[in-house]
């Protein structure tokens, strides 16, 4: 069974950074490409990153850019967000999601539940 | 970036009913291999979006198919035939032409 469990997440202060971690289980995670995705509260879903499987392609947000890395550890079977100079605007619940690729098809067909990040003094 | 717009914003359907939700690209979706990268997802309330629809049409594994999806270009149509309560939460279009990967504001389905 597919398992993506997200962690790391909490209350922090504007500018500061926090680091999430998803922990991936039931696939060859090494074989996939993985995304955050975000959802302030009441709102809707926004992309934020994605890491190819070897992690050769990365690509942000802008919204994100240049404060957000995102980063995975095919060994530990861990997708990570770093995140730096945190605003109130990215308070939201943050998914990690699998990208599935077959050379034809391209969708997210597996998400975590979600991991809470709350910016705020 | 890809603008997606769906419509309506809220729909309330009478169980047994059909429903259908539009959305719409600011750029045509449709890649050069082919192939055209919209998909449909469902968040069911407090729960993590899941897939319905992948490339317009294709239902996903495990989905009912009273879920259904269609379109070209830039307007797609995703109906729900024979609405169940099961089928309440917000209903979400995503394009994966380029990044940025973009989604619709999303269309909550309401039992009357």
């Known amino acids: 069974e597919v398992q993506l469990v997200e962690s790391g997440g909490g209350l922090v202060q504007p500018g500061r950074s926090l680091k999430l971690s998803c922990v991936a289980s039931g696939f060859t995670f090494s074989n996939y490409g993985m995304n955050w995705i975000r959802q302030a509260p009441g709102k809707g879903l926004e992309w934020v990153a994605y890491?190819?499987?070897?992690?050769?392609?990365?690509y942000y947000a802008e919204t994100v850019k240049g404060r957000f890395t995102i980063s995975r550890d095919n060994a530990k079977n861990t997708l990570y967000l770093q995140m730096t100079s945190l605003r109130s605007e990215d308070t939201a619940l943050y998914y990690c999601?699998?990208?599935?690729?077959?050379?034809?098809?391209?969708?997210?067909?597996?998400w975590g539940q979600g991991v809470m990040v709350t910016v705020s003094s | 970036d890809i603008m997606m717009t769906q419509s309506p914003l809220s729909v309330a359907v009478t169980p047994g009913e059909s429903a259908s939700i539009s959305c719409r690209s600011s750029k045509s979706l449709l890649h050069s291999n082919g192939i055209t990268y919209l998909s449909w997802y469902l968040q069911r309330p407090e729960k993590s979006p899941q897939l319905l629809i992948y490339q317009i049409s294709n239902l996903a594994s495990g989905v009912s198919d009273r879920f259904s999806g269609s379109g070209s270009g830039t307007d797609f149509t995703l109906k729900i035939s024979k609405v169940e309560t099961e089928d309440v939460g917000i209903y979400y279009c995503?394009?994966?032409?380029?990044?940025?990967?973009?989604f619709g504001s999303g269309t909550k389905l309401e039992i009357k």
């Open positions: 999601a699998r990208h599935y690729y077959d050379g034809t098809y391209y969708y997210f067909d597996y």
């Open positions: 995503v394009q994966f032409l380029e990044v940025p990967l973009t």
């Open positions: 890491i190819s499987s070897g992690s050769s392609y990365i």
